[in-house]
């Protein structure tokens, strides 16, 4: 981030009150709005904040770093709105939440100018929207054929830790034909940062990939303004036309973030503690994805959403099944006997579908779930011992097929028409004997 231009008409203030990651400045309440960025000089450095309250005498800021090094009577002042500096230069690069290049593990190619892009901006209007683009190839065969994204969409990815979700945003940021892939880390570890990019991250995608992060340490402030800089960034490359694939780890960080410091600011705690203004944040955020205006890209969004102890009805959780396109849920029991991606496939949704397939791969789909679904009705009873063939020739089918139908979802797909014929090769005896029966 640009050090700021002098200004000789800048209103200067004075730092009156310091608390944990945020400031209370007077002299200028008159001159700022919520939102607005404020600088605040250091000898040899500078610190920057945002705007959370005005009131006739103070203005609360939200500091993006420490507010260690502040004392009283430090001077600050109100600058533009706060934008960030994006462009080709960010592909292959590690970007920390000021907008700077911390590492870089590819020579920048293409266009090194940048423009500067406004961190807090409205999402476009549903008027001049396109609709859904078209199904995107992911590489995988679930996403390829029972869960499909498409151009624009907005999915959540619901999971535990430790159930393969890092994995499969690597997997899919490698796999999916997207012109450029954006990954915000927010609120990870700081080793866990370095894996993602050196040992997930598949290598042909680093050219056209970028990541910004905000680790565990940083301050909620910071993890907030990285999640903006890469919501920047992926609408600086939607507007140039590119196809933008949007990974974000995670909205629960995100969202946890947002209610440290609105509950600083004076908010009121609701449900677990997350205040009221929580579900607009999250949903103003998540509306700067997806499709774009004609003439434009699209921003293909997928959002991780921790679920603590497999609650699904935690309130982060709760809220964003609302605000998405489809959720992707990943389940523990399955990552616990080996079947990765450990998607459950009758607990997620894409809604895409039916529009997303033609009629022919929609019942296919159809016959696949319910196969899956009476697997899961019979699995009980093949656990004991008690299962007997001949009882129910549906049942009988699910079970025979279960293992090569389970084994499906963990296979890479060679192109969405291909899965599909595999697919169908795969349920051919269930297709036979369903068409054998009476109408």
Known sequence: ????????????????????????????????????????????????????????DRVKILMYSSTDAIRI?????????????VGDHWLGALVNYRGEVQARRIEAAGNHRSSPMPLQTEALSPSVRKPLGKRLQTGLNVTDTLLPICAGQRIG?????GVGKSTLLGTLAGGMNADRVVIALIGERSREVQEFIDEVLPPEALPKTTVIAATANEPPGAKKRAALCAMAAAEHFRDQGHSVLFLFDSLT???????????????TPALNAFPPSTVRVVSELAERTGPGAKGTGDITAIFSVLVAGSDFEEPVADMVRGILDGHFVLSRKIAERGRYPAVDVLRSVSRALPKAATPEQNALLHTYRNLITTYDEIAPMVRAGLFEFGKDPHADIAYSLFPSLDKFLTEPSNGIETAFQYLESLMQPALSVLAAEPA
Do not use: C
Not at 157 to 161: E, V
């Open 1 to 56: 981030m640009p050090r700021p231009l002098a200004s000789p008409a800048r209103l200067w203030g004075a730092v009156t009150e310091i608390l944990p990651g945020m400031i209370e400045v007077s002299g200028i309440s008159h001159a700022a709005g919520i939102g607005d960025a404020v600088t605040l000089e250091k000898p040899g450095s500078y610190l920057i904040g945002e705007v959370i309250t005005v009131t006739g």
């Open 73 to 85: 009577g430090d001077r600050a002042f109100v600058t533009e709105q706060d934008q960030v500096e």
């Open 157 to 161: 990815l619901f999971a535990g830790s």
């Open 253 to 267: 960080r995100f969202a946890e973030a947002h209610r440290e410091t609105a509950l600083m600011a004076g908010e």
